[in-house]
């Protein structure tokens, strides 16, 4: 049986980057550039002022003390959005508000609380330095200089940016259509007459929403029964998409079709082991550049192998440079027994005490028990040469989500 990170490695040489596509600048956060963006004009564009003040010549007002003031002419008012009409003189002043640009004949702003004045005069008592309280031309952004890098996940200062650039539009990564087929003759869709020998179908839900959550495009196949047939007809519809996932119908029961019907729809399979808990059988398989992931029917099972192997291909997919959630050396609160070969993946709950990050399991660890996933906010990653994990040892945790953002500081 192969390690997770042999699993992975397998997965991540068959994940190719797709397309890109032009957007509008309100849709792409969240997406990821699809190429490098140079500015084309400075930012600021002029020299301007930092503060509601006085535009004046350096020279005039360098001796300025307050036993010896210097009185200078105010010659316009200048706000924001204007250029000045006049050039700064000697004994001159302009009036000027923040973000308005400097006029000629001036090289410092003096901030108006440092002043006194009348309608036509100023009177200084104190030199700021010479160029003080100008924004230069070119200090947020130089002219031709690169913006933002080819890849980036664009956050709301990208968007920003952009938006300062005068980009209505970007450049971005597609997104992946990921189709997702539910197995099982017990399981029933969400909206259908209660029956009590069925289950309803989760694993069509948290799956879509964990692509979701990846920035991939979810598209639901439905529910196939545990007949081969059936299976191969689902999964042809799903050869539209760019990625298939497939829950349940892996393992080694009687009814378990799914790993003949991917082969008989011709997919070339990598694996389908991983020594891994939750989530042992896990099956790839490659069809025509698509990626196909048959995870196990547990509903954590499924979630935990979605986070191990998919996500990371999709966000490949998607041209991320970030593949893996962030991992965090945390204290484990409590003895942990697991047995060895495998690598286990235990939903954890990391609180923060003082400077120190402590985790906690979040109570029953069943592959079915989607109760203790809800508690988590990280999977404690245990790994295959370990047996057992001290009260006090240091950890790592695959920190899952933005709940994590809410919990940790409470
Ligand atoms: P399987 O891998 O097909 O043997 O399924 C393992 C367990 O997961 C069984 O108890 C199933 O009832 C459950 N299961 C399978 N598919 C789903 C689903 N779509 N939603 C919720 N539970 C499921
Ligand atoms: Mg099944």
């Given at each position: 049986m192969i390690s997770v990170d042999e699993a992975r490695n397998i997965i991540l040489s068959h994940a190719r980057v797709i397309g890109l596509e032009k957007i509008d600048l309100m849709s792409s956060l969240g997406r990821i550039a699809g190429e490098d963006v140079y500015a084309s004009f400075d930012i600021p564009p002029w020299d301007n002022s930092a503060m509601d003040g006085y535009a004046v010549r350096f020279e005039d007002i360098n001796d300025a003390t307050p036993d010896n003031p210097v009185r200078l002419m105010v010659i316009q008012d200048l706000a924001a959005g204007y250029f000045a009409e006049k050039t700064v003189g000697s004994s001159q002043a302009i009036r000027i508000m923040t973000g308005a640009p400097i006029p000629n004949g001036a090289d410092t702003v003096v901030m108006k609380e440092d002043t006194t004045s009348s309608t036509d005069t100023v009177t200084i008592a104190a030199a700021p330095a010479k160029g003080a309280n100008i924004r230069r031309t070119g200090e947020s952004v130089a002219k031709g200089s690169l913006v933002i890098r080819k890849n980036t996940l664009l956050r709301p200062p990208h968007i920003g940016m952009l938006a300062s650039l005068g980009q209505n539009h970007v450049s971005v990564h597609q997104r992946p259509r990921v189709a997702v087929l539910s197995t099982g003759d017990e399981v029933i869709e969400i909206d259908s007459p209660r029956d009590p020998s069925k289950i309803i179908n989760s694993n069509t839900y948290s799956i879509s929403a964990q692509v979701l959550e990846c920035g991939a495009v979810p598209v639901a196949l439905g529910i196939a029964r545990d007949d081969k047939q059936t299976l191969v007809e689902k999964l042809r519809m799903g050869l539209s998409a760019d990625v298939i996932i497939t829950t349940g119908g892996v393992s080694v029961g009687e009814y378990d079709y799914v790993k003949d019907a991917l082969e008989a729809i011709g997919t070339d399979i990598k694996?389908?082991?991983?020594?891994?808990?939750?989530?042992?059988?896990v099956t790839f398989g490659v069809i025509a550049e698509k990626l196909v992931f048959g995870l196990p029917g547990n509903p954590v099972s499924c979630m935990v192998s979605f986070e191990q192997f998919v996500r990371p291909a999709l966000l490949k997919k998607m041209g991320s440079p970030a593949l893996f959630r962030p991992l965090l050396t945390v204290t484990i609160k409590e003895e942990i027994k697991t047995q060895k070969n495998l690598t286990y993946f235990l939903r954890v709950r990391v609180t923060c005490e003082g400077d120190r990050l402590y985790a906690t399991t979040t109570g029953e660890q069943g592959s079915g028990i989607l109760t203790s996933m809800v508690d988590a906010n990280g999977l404690l990653i245990i790994p295959p040469e370990k047996n057992e994990v001290k009260a006090g040892e240091k950890m790592t945790v695959q920190i899952l989500d933005r709940s994590f953002d809410q919990t940790v500081g409470e």
């Open positions: 694996f389908w082991k991983v020594a891994m808990r939750p989530g042992k059988p």
